[in-house]
């Protein structure tokens, strides 16, 4: 199983909006609407952003915002504050009963 | 409060064996898939195995697929993962995490462990 795309890296000013992809296939992204979103800080476990493509658990701002297309999923941070700055991964169940994992994007806040 | 502790890493040669273990706390264990995902020095984070809330059904990246065994004891709140033969490869922290409802692969997951770190050299 070959893990998801995802940029290496993105950035953006505070107040802006960035888009982070999350490319798969019709095994994975594009078969099911489980695709998750993770927040990673560095030294720190990751921490669920965005459930089944779009849904955010309680306590996660509504900043944040997923959707998806075809084979390729997307997370969406408006108003960026410095303190989003970290690493995010997108994660997809497959048809094979697995999980896989995209390999992560940085995100700087300039 | 939900909380998950794992432990057991530590250094083992290539072609050993470890165990790895973690406690759950504060939710109905027995009511959730629970995963185990890694992340190697420097590297993004890998999905290994998970376990459905029964333990009757489990599933393996095919990387760990034949090596790894991953149980439940829902009597004691604790999941495991026996890992043999190991490689260089398998050098990582290994995540216990839970999964936010009760199949597996829907709707994330919603908590984490701290990881327990496993490195395979010689």
């Known amino acids: 199983q070959s893990a998801l795309t995802q940029p290496a890296s993105v950035s953006g000013s505070p107040g802006q909006s960035i888009t982070i992809s999350c490319t798969g296939t019709g095994s994975d992204v594009g078969a099911y609407n489980y695709v998750s979103w993770y927040q990673q800080h560095p030294g720190k476990a990751p921490r669920l952003m965005i459930y089944?493509?779009?849904n955010r658990p309680s306590g996660v701002s509504n900043r944040f915002s997923g959707s998806k297309s075809a084979n390729t999923a997307s997370l969406t941070i408006s108003g960026l504050q410095a303190e989003d700055e970290a690493d995010y991964y997108c994660s997809s169940y497959t048809s094979s009963s697995t999980v896989v994992f995209g390999g992560g994007t940085k995100l700087a806040v300039l | 409060e939900v909380q998950l502790l794992e432990s057991g890493g530590g250094l083992v040669q290539p072609g050993g064996s470890l165990r790895l273990s973690c406690a759950a706390s504060g939710f109905t264990f027995s009511n959730h898939p629970m995963s185990w995902v890694r992340q190697a020095p420097g590297k993004g984070l890998e999905w290994v195995s998970a376990?459905?809330?029964?333990?009757?059904?489990?599933?393996?990246a095919d990387s760990v697929k034949g090596r790894f065994t991953i149980s439940r004891d829902n009597s004691q709140n604790t999941l495991s993962l026996q890992m043999n033969s190991l490689r260089a490869e398998d050098t990582a922290l290994y995540y216990c995490?839970?999964?936010?409802?009760?199949?597996f692969g829907v709707g994330g997951l919603d908590y984490w462990g701290r990881g327990t770190r496993v490195t395979v050299s010689s």
């Open positions: 995490s839970k999964a936010r409802v009760v199949w």
């Open positions: 376990i459905s809330n029964s333990g009757g059904a489990t599933y393996y």
């Open positions: 089944d493509v779009s």
